[in-house]
């Protein structure tokens, strides 16, 4: 079975720019959840999305938004970019909501200039 | 709130020597517990867990007891390898509402 898969893997955004990251969960995994990962913050959790809706948001301003599609491929998007938003941005699945082991991607490397 | 506490590094080990890293954490109701290591370039990968007290995870020599009195899941190997240099994480998820939490992450560096 396929890992997930995160796409880019790496990209560079200017301030002010918006930037999506995609996600493609592990055949079968309706749970996509994302985490920022940073030197200063640690791993930070960002929403998780159960069949196409968001089931948790953790404590991120409004231009971190989120969508799920019926594939269970996932997109994030972070609007008016700033240099605070660089980081390695992963994305994790599960089965199921219910479940609570998580597999992660490789990550998208951001960086914000 | 629920949180996560795991011993600031770096830890820098001989081959062969033993490890401990210590976790302690903080929740309400009945979390799970984990750790998962982070090798460079990559994403987390789920190293062992513990779903209740006194269960004990192992995966590829290391070992983590979830003792619920003293709040704690310390992770050990008995003799590490260089290739076990990386970054270990400790988490936490609440069984009911799913929330994860990380620790800070120890950084493992082992030397020949």
Known sequence: KAGVTQTPRYLIKTRGQQVTLSCSPISGHRSVSWYQQTPGQGLQFLFEYFSETQRNKGNFPGRFSGRQFSNSRSEMNVSTLELGDSALYLCASKPSAENNEQFFGPGTRLTVL | ?112
């Open chain 2, 1 to 112: 709130g629920n949180s996560v506490t795991q011993m600031e590094g770096p830890v820098t080990l001989s081959e062969e020597a033993f490890l401990t890293i210590n976790c302690t954490y903080t929740a309400t109701g009945y979390p799970s517990l984990f750790w998962y290591v982070q090798y460079p370039g990559e994403g987390l990968q789920l190293l062992l867990k513990a779903t209740k007290a006194d269960d004990k995870g192992s995966n590829k020599g290391f070992e983590a007891t979830y003792r619920k009195e003293t709040t704690s899941f310390h992770l050990e190997k008995g003799s590490v390898q260089v290739s076990d240099s990386a970054v270990y994480f400790c988490a936490l998820v609440r069984n009911d509402n799913n929330d994860m939490r990380f620790g800070a992450g120890t950084r493992l560096t082992v030397k020949p």
